[in-house]
């Protein structure tokens, strides 16, 4: 499936690169595209999370209240999504395409003479044996990064091979290479520049997500009121349990991208921080948009 859509996203990459012979930025076009083209489940996604944070309170007052009779208690949660027109499990259509993209595109990137030149597999494989017989190395993990790198030398081996030209892609993005992987080159100062980038991004991502969080459990965590007895019902080791699950869930993706980052060539990590720099500026954008809508209601 991830074969699939690295395909698929190839065709885009290729088109843009083609305009722009430039890997770095058709990247960084290729990234504006697919953020904009998923722009309107973002805006859904936000809208949700909102009416999320409001049907909690509805929630707690219902397993309050049937905390005795668990089966009554589901149902009139299940009433309650009902009537909301929302589903318990709208959060995950997000999460699967997160996961989707974080695997395709490290396998486009990975395999860019596969999944964006389209050569045929017999031909990547006759120019790695034709390098190894050389003598010279090749990673097992990134054949078509090392083909990519000896373009020069195949060249000459196979001058009337039309699908070598197709290995001559310019890698160089303000005097980045973007071919280099940060594992193979840990002398290099510069391949850290667009990991480091990418992780203070990162941060200021997860800030922005955790002071949101925060600011909507401050508001749960002060009480909930029975609807027949008005008690008011402290919750508060309940909401620093969740407000710590959503911490350790803001920080798994980003610790596992940054892990990838270090393993892989620099134009994953580019097109991560480029996602990530757009996510931060949606987010503001988008999260004044809905406070406005919130103040017009």
Known sequence: MFEFFASLFGYLLSFLYGIINNYGLAIILFTIIIKLALLPLSI??????KKSAKMQEKMKVIQFKYKNDPEKMNQEIMNLYKTEKMSPFSGCLTAIIQMLLLLSIFYLVKSPLTYMQKIP???INKYVTQLQEDGKEVSKVYP???LIREYNWLKEKNPEDSNIEKANLQMNFLGLDLSKIPQQNITDYTVYIIPVLYILSSFISIRMTTAMQQKQNEKKKESVIDGETGKEVKEENEMDAVMQTNKMMSWMM????????FVAPLGLALYWLVNNILMILERLILDKMIKQEDEEE
């Open 254 to 261: 980003p610790i596992m991208s940054i892990s990838i980052a």
């Open 144 to 146: 078509e990064i090392d």
């Open 121 to 123: 597999t017999d031909d």
């Open 44 to 49: 859904k996604q936000q809208k949700t999370m």
